[in-house]
C-alpha cells in the first residue's frame, strides 16, 4: 500500500486516533480484489464505530480511492458497482 496519502489535503489536521486506525487498516489491503476490499471496508467500518471513530464524506471518498490503487481497471469498476450498492442501502 503507497502512504502517500498522507500528504492529501484531506488528511492534514487528521485525529491521532484516525490516523492510528488509517494506517492499520492501509496495511490490511494487499490485494486488487474489489470483494475483498468491500469486506475490509465493511469490517473496518464496524471496528470504526466501536472505537467511536467517524470519518467525513471526504476522507471517506478519498480512502477508497486509495484502496483502488491496487486494482485493475476491471476491479475498480466493480468496486465502484459495490460502493454504489453500499451506499444505497444507507438511505
Known sequence: MDFDFMNNENFKNISPEKLKFLM???AQNKSGNAKEM???I???VGNAK???IQFSPNETDFI???LKQNM???EQRK?????MLMR????
Not at 468496486?79 to 460502493?83: M, N, P, W
Not at 444505497?88 to 438511505?91: D, H
Open 24 to 26: 492499520q487498516f492501509a
Open 38 to 40: 468491500s469486506n475490509l
Open 42 to 44: 465493511m469490517n473496518a
Open 50 to 52: 466501536k472505537e467511536g
Open 64 to 66: 477508497i480511492q486509495v
Open 72 to 74: 485493475s481497471p476491471e
Open 79 to 83: 468496486a465502484d458497482q459495490i460502493l
Open 88 to 91: 444505497g442501502m444507507k438511505k
